[in-house]
Nanobody
Framework: QVEVVLSGGGLVQPGGSLRLSCAAS????????MGWYRQAPGKQREMVAL???????SVQDAVQDRFTVSIDNVKKTAYLQMNDLKPEDTAVYSC?????????WGQGTKVTVSS
């Protein structure tokens, strides 16, 4: 059984930073990837970033100058560092673990960027 737990959301002022963590536990393959997503109010969910167990990653063009993704392969935890946050970054952020046995989603966490 696999569990994915997301943490680190909250309220932040414009220009501030937050780091989200996505921790996986249980039966995890040696090869896997973790994805970050967000869904803003009234919009469809979009992928923000993707990273594999080797650290190979991609970040959405619209945020790649402000967001970085990293992974601790020992802890099976991915991080999304979000800097210079803007009100349009307000959304419910979620993550998933993708491996050959399937995909496991963590719960969402709300990020609100507001003064």
């Amino acid at each position: 059984q696999v569990e994915v737990v997301l943490s680190g959301g909250g309220l932040v002022q414009p220009g501030g930073s937050l780091r989200l963590s996505c921790a996986a536990s249980g039966s995890i393959d040696s090869i896997y990837a973790m994805g970050w997503y967000r869904q803003a109010p009234g919009k469809q969910r979009e992928m923000v970033a993707l990273i594999d167990n080797n650290g190979l990653n991609s970040v959405q063009d619209a945020v790649q100058d402000r967001f970085t993704v990293s992974i601790d392969n020992v802890k099976k935890t991915a991080y999304l560092q979000m800097n210079d946050l803007k009100p349009e970054d307000t959304a419910v952020y979620s993550c998933d673990l993708v491996q050959t046995s399937g995909t496991t989603w963590g719960q969402g966490t709300k990020v609100t960027v507001s003064s």
